[in-house]
């Protein structure tokens, strides 16, 4: 059963405009929740995390809003850049869980220059 | 650059041999996760280990799969008589172990492919 779903394979955007990234979860017992960001043949990269405490969380261009009564996610990205072009894939755990993370599919986004 | 390095970065196996892949956690780390990609999916887990314990291997698959994390040396996951469908990117992750966060961070990563 998939407990950490993106619907999204895939998102293109073009350069200088807002990407939106969406998750969806099943499991209420998750209670944070990880984007990773990850190029091919390499490892994922740790991006931005959010607590099931907070409803959004900002790191520079990027912010992670949490609708803990939808069991949404979502990652926005602005402004987006070339570089941003990349798999990203949305993980949960929690705290009954032993740490271990769960993750979505993963969505393709492509940034147009 | 004390990231996790894993090794070998790619390792070709003939059906029913052993691969073993290795993974040395960030320094100061001592929480091991390993992960198993298999083309267009995500990741899954497999199995987290502290040093000389194995703390949770639900996601491994029960027969020809075995995890350590030794006291010494890195981390090792070993899959006796590998067959075709075992060909995937295994990744390793590790955390410091403090229960502030679940942050892990990931290695490049052994891409195993099954002749």
């Known amino acids: 059963d998939q407990q950490v779903k993106q619907n999204s394979p895939s998102l293109s955007v073009q350069e200088g405009r807002i990407s939106i990234l969406n998750c969806d979860y099943t499991?209420?017992?998750?209670?944070?929740f990880l984007w990773y960001k990850k190029y091919p043949a390499e490892g994922p990269t740790f991006l931005i995390s959010i607590s099931s405490i907070k409803d959004k969380n900002e790191d520079g261009r990027f912010t992670v809003f949490l609708n803990k009564s939808a069991k949404h996610l979502s990652l926005h990205i602005v402004p987006s850049q070339p570089g941003d072009s990349a798999v990203y894939f949305c993980?949960?755990?929690?705290?009954?869980?032993?740490?271990?993370?769960?993750f979505g599919q993963g969505t393709t986004l492509q940034v147009k220059p | 650059n004390a990231g996790v390095m894993q090794n070998p970065r790619h390792l070709v196996r003939r059906r029913g041999q052993e691969a073993r892949l290795r993974c040395s956690p960030m320094k100061g780390h001592s929480h091991v996760y390993w992960y198993r990609q298999l083309p267009e999916e995500g990741l899954k887990f497999m199995v987290y280990?502290?040093?000389?314990?194995?703390?949770?291997e639900s996601g491994m698959p029960k027969e020809r799969f075995s995890a350590e994390f030794p006291k010494e040396g890195p981390s090792i996951l070993r899959i006796q008589q590998v067959v075709r469908g075992d060909s995937a990117a295994y990744f390793c992750a590790s955390s410091p172990g403090e229960a502030i966060s679940y942050e892990q961070y990931f290695g490049p990563g052994t891409r195993l492919t099954v002749t």
């Open positions: 499991n209420s017992m998750f209670d944070y």
């Open positions: 280990l502290q040093k000389e314990n194995i703390i949770d």
């Open positions: 993980a949960a755990s929690g705290s009954s869980n032993t740490g271990k993370l769960i």
